[in-house]
Nanobody, 113 residues
Framework: VQLVESGGGSVQPGGSLRLSCAAS????????MGWYRQAPGKQRELVAGVTKGGETNYADSVKDRFTISRDNAKNTLYLQMNSLKPENTAVYYC????????WGQGTQVTVSS
């Protein structure tokens, strides 16, 4: 399984970004998917997750600002991030199958004025 993230970049506070994660293989729809992030000097943490059935969960700090979604026909996971804050600066990782599953290489998100 290969997971390839895209869509990261630099944005001012209050701005938006949409991350994408393209997954290889034919079993994408059978696995839970998630977005994690790791800021400098901090542990990797779950940002948002989506089950194979489409149920979602979010870290409290991003609720009502971030939206996770999946397109099983395109084997792609998304994270729409709105009202970004400087504390959202981190490397964002796509994950398939939980922490013991597969990881992407990460994409940098920087929120700064």
């Amino acid at each position: 399984v290969q997971l390839v993230e895209s869509g990261g970049g630099s944005v001012q506070p209050g701005g938006s970004l949409r991350l994408s994660c393209a997954a290889s293989g034919s079993r994408f729809l059978f696995f839970p998917m998630g977005w994690y992030r790791q800021a400098p000097g901090k542990q990797r943490e779950l940002v948002a997750g989506v089950t194979k059935g489409g149920e979602t969960n979010y870290a409290d700090s991003v609720k009502d600002r971030f939206t996770i979604s999946r397109d099983n026909a395109k084997n792609t996971l998304y994270l729409q991030m709105n009202s970004l804050k400087p504390e959202n600066t981190a490397v964002y990782y796509c994950n398939q199958g939980g922490t013991r599953g597969f990881w992407g290489q990460g994409t940098q998100v920087t929120v700064s004025s």
